[in-house]
T-cell receptor, first 115, second 116 residues
Framework: AQSVTQLDSQVPVFEEAPVELRCNYS??????LFWYVQYPNQGLQLLLK??????LVESINGFEAEFNKSQTSFHLRKPSVHISDTAEYFCAVSPTNFGNEKLTFGTGTRLTIIP | NAGVTQTPKFQVLKTGQSMTLQCAQDMNHEYMSWYRQDPGMGLRLIHY???????DQGEVPNGYNVSRSTTEDFPLRLLSAAPSQTSVYFC???????????????FGPGTRLTVT
């Protein structure tokens, strides 16, 4: 079985400041790692994913996440946030033999950008 | 493409009533799933299907039934609604292993259900 821990339920950040959203996971098998974003009153959208290769992955809107196998972490970072980044962010894992199926989600981190 | 659609958007039920949440997708995805989202608990998998005619239980299946007669549709049935089933329900779809994984699940807009 897998589990995902997002310790910060809420993160307030001033506009143009950097942010890091933390994600740690536990699994007895190899996993793929994902970050999904949920904008207010919408469904979830894939932000970025780690499957293999380079441990640093990037999204098209400036977010990046680094897979750290020894620390079983997949923290999400952005060097300068914008008001439009206000959303809830979910870290998720899936066993590699299930592709992106059977996702296990963390409890989410609500990112609030302060003007 | 409409993507993943869900109906209704909102629903209020009385305890003991039954209803069906509808989910449809037009992307020819063989994998479909239902999640419920509760404050402080993230999303939890209720049921999933890897193709028409095949369904299986997720993490929290009790009180819910599913069937998959077509690739496009994956309805979720609440047999006898309880207040504990008050939640936001999301349907998602993706390619499965036979289709070649895209490693992305596509989510519908959600159904907000209140059971009184």
């Amino acid at each position: 079985a897998q589990s995902v821990t997002q310790l910060d339920s809420q993160v307030p950040v001033f506009e143009e400041a950097p942010v890091e959203l933390r994600c740690n996971y536990s699994s007895s098998v190899s996993v793929y790692l994902f970050w999904y974003v949920q904008y207010p009153n919408q469904g979830l959208q894939l932000l970025l994913k780690y499957l293999s290769g380079s441990t640093l992955v990037e999204s098209i809107n400036g977010f990046e996440a680094e897979f750290n196998k020894s620390q079983t972490s997949f923290h999400l970072r952005k060097p300068s946030v914008h008001i439009s980044d206000t959303a809830e962010y979910f870290c998720a894992v899936s066993p590699t033999n299930f592709g992106n199926e059977k996702l296990t989600f963390g409890t989410g981190t609500r990112l609030t950008i302060i003007p | 493409n409409a993507g993943v659609t869900q109906t209704p958007k909102f629903q209020v039920l009385k305890t003991g009533q039954s209803m069906t949440l509808q989910c449809a997708q037009d992307m020819n995805h063989e994998y479909m799933s239902w999640y419920r989202q509760d404050p402080g608990m993230g999303l939890r998998l209720i049921h999933y299907s890897v193709g028409a005619g095949i369904t299986d239980q997720g993490e929290v299946p009790n009180g819910y039934n599913v069937s998959r007669s077509t690739t496009e549709d994956f309805p979720l049935r609440l047999l006898s609604a309880a207040p504990s089933q008050t939640s936001v329900y999301f349907c998602a779809s993706s390619y499965n292993h036979r289709q070649g994984y895209s490693y992305e699940q596509y989510f519908g807009p959600g159904t907000r259900l209140t059971v009184t």
